[in-house]
Nanobody
Framework: QVHVVESGGGLVQAGGSLRLSCVAS????????MGWYRQAPGKQRELVAS???????NYRDSVKGRFTISRDNAKNTAYLQMYGLQPEDTAVYYC???????????????WGQGTQVTVSS
């Protein structure tokens, strides 16, 4: 079994910063892509940023230049450093990990429970 746990959310003023962490644990053989998604009230969940095991990154346009995703493969951990936060960044942020539990297992997505980020104006 695989568990994904996010941390680091909170309440900040506009222009502030936060660093989110995501740790995957359990029966992990390897992790491919790790990604951060967010979901605001009444909206669909959207991809914020993702990073492959080889550290190739992808960002949605609205966060480019403000957010940075990184990972520590040895710790099965991904981070999302967020600068210049704006009220429109307010959402629950979820971590996703694409995991194999053994050499011959299929890749499967695992999600965390989410961490709330609230940006006040």
């Amino acid at each position: 079994q695989v568990h994904v746990v996010e941390s680091g959310g909170g309440l900040v003023q506009a222009g502030g910063s936060l660093r989110l962490s995501c740790v995957a644990s359990g029966s992990i053989f390897s992790i491919n892509t790790m990604g951060w998604y967010r979901q605001a009230p009444g909206k669909q969940r959207e991809l914020v940023a993702s990073i492959t095991s080889g550290s190739s990154t992808n960002y949605r346009d609205s966060v480019k230049g403000r957010f940075t995703i990184s990972r520590d493969n040895a710790k099965n951990t991904a981070y999302l450093q967020m600068y210049g936060l704006q009220p429109e960044d307010t959402a629950v942020y979820y971590c996703n990990a694409d995991v194999r539990t053994s050499r011959f297992a299929s890749w499967r997505d695992y999600w965390g429970q989410g961490t709330q980020v609230t940006v006040s104006s």
